[in-house]
């Protein structure tokens, strides 16, 4: 929805980036679980078009630090 914020490495679209989204990052890598395009958007946390294990290990780190960043759509 325009306007509406989203937080970056949220794949599961619940406000905060959780262990769970950190594994449906990893599902995605392994090729056992497909994104849509919203969750794509959110697994490409350095914003450099590829999601790939850079992406993952940024997602961990903002899960066990507890930082999530808001961008607005």
Avoid at 4 to 24: C, F, K, P, S, Y
Wanted: aromatic share 2%.
């Amino acid at each position: 929805m325009p306007g509406q914020a989203r937080t970056v490495g949220d794949l599961n679209n619940d406000g905060q980036v959780t262990v769970e989204d950190l594994i449906i990052a990893r599902r995605y890598l392994l090729e056992i679980q497909d994104l849509d395009q919203r969750q794509k958007e959110s697994a490409d946390v350095n914003k450099d078009g590829i999601i790939n294990d850079a992406d993952v290990q940024l997602i961990r780190e903002i899960c066990m630090g507890g930082q999530n960043e808001k961008i607005a759509e």
